[in-house]
């Protein structure tokens, strides 16, 4: 039940509006420990919103957060100082995210001081030596500057950091959006020998549905602040059972023309609304080929539907869901 809404704000202090943009909205989702969970959805959708939610550096508006048992959201200073050691992020954009004043050595070993590892010079230097070994780095370049080093290198640099206080869980968020395609599938296939090899939890944001289904477990579909499909990546990249999900998935090109041609294709209507006016009932209505009766006065729940573990909100497979005008929960009809 994750939600973060935002107050819109617009205009001065005379013409006070009451708007909410709903980022994330009633999300419902687990992340299992020690699988890498893709989450897909178009730029705007919540994506980013929700990731940053799970590590509190946005704070939730409703709902929560529970992390290895421990509820996020009601932690203090202490333990979630320790959260965040145990819970890294690595950013889109390698660029931006690394100090450019600062060498190599200095930002890997930032988080061992902060989080009182490796106390000593030597010992500290042992640990980034070790950490940029990691991702593929020559620990000769701990005292280079971040200008010295080409995209997919930062981004290796940006990774080092993540994993300086040991955690369990990573978020990448559009980790490889930025970089060129050639260095893309390098950092993803990083990614994945570090999550065998450290036993990570990955969360892994991407608008690109191709990667996702390179690297994830399970997949993630994210439409307009709500998580609106689950399941083993297989299924989900393969058999979708929300028609947003198929749209996405006939958005993605085949390389063989064969199946091209059997493939199911839904080209999606108008634009995204806005998360700050979302549609009642389903939130994907207004764009919907198949929207019937119920879509605009029940809101779907996700149901159990496909390969067993998959899970999708929509009414094709049964209404179930909340009624808009009521609140109460509707049985399967
Ligand atoms: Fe389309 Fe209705 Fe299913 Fe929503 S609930 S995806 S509008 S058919
Ligand atoms: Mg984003």
Redesign the pocket.
Known sequence: GLEVHFPIRSGGALRRTSGVLRAVDGVDLDILRGETLGLVGESGCGKSTLGNALLRLVPPTGGTVTFDGTDVTSLDRRGLKEMRRRAGMVFQDPFASLDPRRTVAQTVSEPLEVHGLRSGGRERAARVAELLELVGLDPAVAGRYPHEFSGGQRQRVGIARALAGEPDFLVCDEAIASLDVSVQAQVLNLLRRLQRQLGLTLLFISHDLSAVRHIADRIAVMYLGRVVEVGPADAVGSDPQ???TQALLSAVPVPHPELERSRKRIVLRGDVPSPAAVPSG?R??TR?P???EP?PDVD?ALQPVGAPGQLAA???HGVVGRPVDSGEPVAAR
């Open positions: 929300m028609p947003y389903c994907f209505r919907c198949y929207a019937f879509c779907p929509c009414h094709l």
